[in-house]
């Protein structure tokens, strides 16, 4: 233990949070700025499992994108619990912060973001942890108005620092994600130090390739293979790596989109349909609220498939993206009783590893030297050592990727696989 926190003096560490759906060449840019910007001699990979935070499946499974990752850049990469990969941005920061927090290690946290530089993100992260009353009476006013929850706190900050975030888009999605990782910085008053750079390319949103450079979205990306286009079209937006193990791939594990689940969705619904006051209550579910809950039952009975579902039940008042959110924590189980009970215990309690590189091995020695939390690497083990809060977060998450799996096995017709037999990813 002496030598190993004697040897973490003598090294940088930096963590980077990502999904890595998939992998693209604008993450291989992130680790390599992070390294570049930081110094670090080593980089944790904190990466969300089967499902994303949009409420949607990964496009391939987890050990796939680790090993895209560990390719590429990172030296160790760990699974963010799905009750935080699957949550708004706030609770998504907070677990991944939270666990690169815990490990004891980590000095800094490299993120993308559209603005590009930390202190006006840093200003803004400041008011909205300690919300003082002009703020949120700016808030309320601008809620009043009409304006969707964003484009309110934006009008809301606008006024209140007089200007100060003017020209920072508080509806960008990296932009919201960068304020989210400070303020749970903040909030665990964390002795990591957050670096930004500037995200390349074109928007985050972007449903259309960039043909004019390298960089494009993942969300282009993705539309790409789902559409006819197929694998061709992503190869120069990919590393080379990541394009040969998706070719390898393709038609056997993946692609895997949402409507895959889309009878296990039905299923649950119907299933819930009898249950709770009054015959029909989901509101337990993060994220569900009785009115969402209602509209679900209402409509129960013309649905198709998942992303029709979410069609029909998006409105003004509540986005595609948070539906899917709430049908997802439908299909997957996550209640609010969970996420509550796991905040009030320090939201993390272990740091699964899905993969490492061999030279990475001193790095593991310094996590188990410093971290307050243990390392999983064998699921089996887990019992021995994990608390009643922790065995129920890991169980989830294999919950979770049991679900992912049975969609992929019935529709490319191939073995399931067992989460208590899958292998790290050794580089």
Known sequence: MYWERKQKLLMKIAGVIAEYNPFHNGHQYHLEQTRALSGADFIIAVISGDFMQRGVPALIHKYARTEMALQNG???VLELPAVYATGSAEFFAMGAVSLLDRLGSVDFLCFGSECGSLKPLAKI???LQDEPEEYRSALQIELKKG????KARSLALQGFLSGCP???????PNNILGIEYIKALFKRSSRIAPLTLQRQGSGYHDSVLNDSMSFSSASAIRDSIHSRAGLSAIQRHVPSSVFQQLQ???GKSFPISSNDFSLMLQYRLLLESGNGEGGYGLSHYQ???SALSGKIRKNLYNYENFEQFCSLLKSKEITHSRISRSLTHI?????SAKMQEYMEKDYIFYARILGFRREAAPLLGILKANASIPLVSKLADAPSFLDEAGLSMLEDDIRCAHIYDSAACHKFQSPFINEYSRQLVIL
């Open 166 to 172: 003017g020209s920072i888009d508080l509806t960008s």
């Open 331 to 335: 299909l997957l189980g996550i209640t």
């Open 248 to 250: 390898a791939a393709y």
């Open 74 to 76: 990172a030296d160790l």
């Open 287 to 289: 994220d569900v609220t």
């Open 125 to 127: 992260a400041s008011v």
């Open 147 to 150: 304006h969707s929850f964003p």
